[in-house]
Each structure stands twice: as C-alpha cells, then as structure tokens.
T-cell receptor
Framework: RKEVEQDPGPFNVPEGATVAFNCTYS??????FFWYRQDCRKEPKLLMS???SGNEDGRFTAQLNRASQYISLLIRDSKLSDSATYLC??????????FGAGTRLTVKP | NAGVTQTPKFRILKIGQSMTLQCTQD?????MYWYRQDPGMGLKLIYY???????DKGEVPNGYNVSRSTTEDFPLRLELAAPSQTSVYFC??????????FGEGSRLTVL
C-alpha cells in the first residue's frame, strides 16, 4: 500500500463548479499535512496547510480526519486558472515529507 | 531573491557515467530535500537533511548519495547512472516542516 494515496483523477469540471479531492495516509504517526499545486512542467508550490480543525483560504477548504487518516481539499467556484495537479503531502517523523501521486484538475469554460 | 537554484537544468548521461546535481538556497533554511518525479507520477523522496552535517535516506535512496557540508548547499551525486534514473529531480528547502520551496528542477536522461 502506498503511504499517501490520492484520487487518481483526472477531474474535468466546468467553470464555477465545486470539486473535492481526497487523500489517505497510512502512517498514523504523521504529524502535519499540506496541499501543493503543480502546474504542467513546473515545480510544486504550497497551496495550504491542513489543520485539525479544518481551514479555509478563499475558495479553498482543507479538512483533516486523523481517526480515518484522511485529508480533503474542496475548491469552490472553480476558475480556469485552478487547472493543475494537486498534491497531498504528509510530514512523517523528523520532517520526512512524502507526496501523493497527485490529482489532475482541468477546469473548462 | 534567488530562492532555490538547481544546476544543470538539463543533462544527458550515458549508462555508467556519474554526475552531481547542484542545489543551493539563499534563504538560510535548515531543511533541504531531493525528490525525483517520473512522468505522470508524484514526487519520491530520495534524501533529506535537517541541517548541516546531517542527512537521512528517503523512499528511494539507492544509486544516490548526498552531502550537507554547509547550510546553503545540498548536492546530489549519481554514481553509475542507469536508465531507471531518467527523471526530473527537484531540490527543495524549508524553514519549517511542510512549507517547501522548490527549485525549477533538473531534467536528467540516461541513455
């Protein structure tokens, strides 16, 4: 089993749609969690951290369920510029950061 | 502000050759990482470092070596290159866990 697993996608949605991505992790000792965004042929960039109580950043909402070892990302009112691959990232002990394989999103006009 | 700088950006190697991918950061970050990303796949951790003089293996360390003699530099050494090492290599640094800043990547082809 992979340590970090994500919905494979791809997700193709119209502008204005709401879309949700899921991620599960296997190491129960994992300490912190993040979502990154990667545009085609570019480096990943931090989108947001994921806090236990859930957190929002504009149109983006992240949730964490430690009991189920599950992380989610919700994007509301999708924009064309949201088209990218979204990577779930888990911090194991000692800052050993593990990435999921990513979920590709395409937002269409 | 340069951030994380990787060199070279592109390289073609023959099987059995060796090379070093350079990575330097000017943000005074303690944590540095090397990942590889194969086409259509996620990033796999090769090695990481939590400070000068300290390195640890990640998921896929075989065939690679690293050193961290200074805070700024974290070179990745490939010994005896193999076609399976064809990939895009990303170096990253962070001040605190999770907030990684990546270089633009180094595309390596082994023929």
């Amino acid at each position: 089993r992979k340590e970090v697993e994500q919905d494979p996608g791809p997700f193709n949605v119209p502008e204005g749609a709401t879309v949700a991505f899921n991620c599960t992790y296997s190491n129960s000792a994992s300490q912190s969690f993040f979502w990154y965004r990667q545009d085609c042929r570019k480096e990943p960039k931090l989108l947001m951290s994921v806090y236990s109580s859930g957190n929002e950043d504009g149109r983006f909402t992240a949730q964490l369920n430690r009991a189920s070892q599950y992380i989610s990302l919700l994007i509301r009112d999708s924009k064309l510029s949201d088209s990218a691959t979204y990577l779930c990232v888990v911090n194991r002990n000692n800052n050993d950061m593990r990435f999921g394989a990513g979920t590709r999103l395409t937002v269409k006009p | 502000n340069a951030g994380v700088t990787q060199t070279p950006k592109f390289r073609i190697l023959k099987i059995g050759q060796s090379m070093t991918l350079q990575c330097t950061q000017d943000m005074n970050h303690n944590y540095m990482y090397w990942y590889r990303q194969d086409p259509g796949m996620g990033l796999k951790l090769i090695y990481y470092s939590v400070g000068a003089g300290i390195t640890d293996k990640g998921e896929v360390p075989n065939g690679y070596n690293v050193s961290r003699s200074t805070t700024e530099d974290f070179p990745l050494r490939l010994e005896l290159a193999a076609p399976s090492q064809t990939s895009v290599y990303f170096c990253a640094s962070s001040r605190k866990p999770g907030e990684l800043f990546f270089g633009e990547g180094s595309r390596l082809t082994v023929l």
